[in-house]
């Protein structure tokens, strides 16, 4: 299958599972590191097997383990900070704040991989630096929320890690790397929050069906994104193609989750984050 084709589906995938995090983290109960923890194990229980399926390695642990022990830990720290966003702001603004990650994403390959940077790259950083001020205005006066912190705190992490990923995909099968990965973060939450296990028992018998969903399209979306990369995607390419469900997510959290307020907004800052996404992977 080409791997365009795997990466429309990512699209799919990741824009549908943003609508329903922000369903589950709307409650009132929903406590955010809870819900990670609980997310990373159904996302393991998910992946594992199908990477099984596929003809799961181990890898040169000799080799990789700082790589895996750094991604994971910034995984890990990420997906809580998701989480604490999602449940402050609303899935539209969340992901146009994720967008920021194209930069770091572009530094970090700068500075460790090499890649160059031209005009193109520091005018699609721009635009999505506007777009990020274009969110952060929304007709009154710039402020950036404790949400909207968390968020891009998350997608620097996010973004820094998948830079740690490609240096382990060159030496590792991706789809084998996907099903590690989908699981370790979570057995570090359960090392940094350990406070948290005696409150599992209680948020698994209370689990939210929405938190299931959530978990099993952002599934299929980690399997798609890894199994791009493994057809001998550049990232660039890959990254490029996953950052349309920016303006997806916007159109779809307006029609199925209402958050109309000051869309068109929104809508600006999704094309604006867009475009700078596709510049920046030039």
Same mark, same amino acid.
């Given at each position: 299958?080409?791997?365009? #084709?795997?990466?429309? #589906? ?41 990477? /099984?399926? %596929?003809?799961? !390695?181990?890898? *040169? ?29 609303? $899935?539209?603004?969340? !992901? ?5 990650? $194209? ?17 193109? %790259? ?23 929320? %404790?949400?909207?912190?968390? $968020? ?51 948020? /698994? ?25 493994? !057809? ?12 349309? *469900? ?37």
């Amino acid at each position: 299958m080409s791997w365009l #084709i795997i990466i429309l #589906i990512n699209v799919l995938a990741i824009s549908s599972a943003s609508l329903f995090q922000r369903l589950a983290m709307k409650e009132e109960a929903s406590e955010p590191v809870t819900a990670t923890i609980i997310f990373q194990f159904i996302l393991g229980a998910l992946v594992i097997p199908f990477a /099984i399926s %596929q003809g799961f !390695t181990w890898p *040169n642990w000799a080799q990789l383990w700082p790589y895996f022990l750094f991604s994971t830990v910034l995984y890990a720290l990420g997906s809580v900070l998701f989480f604490r966003s999602i449940k402050l702001i609303e $899935a539209s603004e969340m !992901t146009v704040f994720a967008g920021a990650g $194209a930069i770091v994403t572009m530094l970090c390959a700068y500075i460790f991989l090499g890649e160059r940077l031209g005009l193109w %790259q520091y005018l699609g950083a721009g635009l999505i630096l506007a777009a990020i001020l274009v969110i952060a205005h929304q007709g009154k006066k710039i402020s950036f929320s %404790q949400g909207a912190l968390y $968020a891009l705190v998350a997608t620097s992490f996010f973004s820094i890690a998948v830079v740690s990923d490609m240096i382990i995909i060159r030496a590792y099968d991706a789809i084998s790397f996907a099903g590690l990965m989908s699981i370790l973060p979570g057995f570090a939450l359960l090392v940094l929050y350990f406070r948290k296990i005696k409150l599992l028992p209680q948020a /698994i018998k209370k689990l939210d069906k929405n938190l299931l969903f959530y978990s099993l399209l952002y599934s299929i979306g980690v399997v798609s994104f890894y199994g791009a990369l493994g !057809t001998g995607a550049l990232l660039s390419q890959v990254s490029v193609v996953a950052r349309t *469900n920016i303006i997806l997510t916007v159109l779809m959290a307006a029609v199925l989750l209402g958050e109309r307020s000051h869309l068109w907004y929104k809508l600006l800052a999704g094309l604006l984050c867009t475009v700078g996404v596709i510049l920046v992977a030039l």
